[in-house]
């Protein structure tokens, strides 16, 4: 498994809020295709997947608030 965490985000930023997913679990991704959009205080931002595979589990919905180094979701990465 693979877990997308939410990155060290500089200027003190300490946390993020879940704004849109574009994955649900089940789906299929592809390295650098968009999985969650996050905003702070300063700017809004999305995560890309770092590899292929399926998305597993996603551990916070839309509305939460996230601190740096969180498992947003888990992926299981592709064989093939």
């Known amino acids: 498994m693979n877990n997308i965490i939410l990155p060290e985000l500089g200027e003190g930023i300490e946390k993020a809020v879940v704004a849109l997913w574009y994955v649900r ?5 592809k390295k650098d295709d968009d ?10 931002f999305n995560i890309p997947a770092a590899g292929d595979g399926r998305i597993k589990e996603i551990h916070f919905h839309e509305g939460q608030e996230v601190k740096v180094g969180s498992t947003l979701a888990t992926m299981e990465p592709s064989l093939v």
């Open 35 to 44: 999985v969650v959009e996050l905003v702070t205080d300063k700017a809004s």
């Open 25 to 29: 679990p089940g789906d299929l991704v």
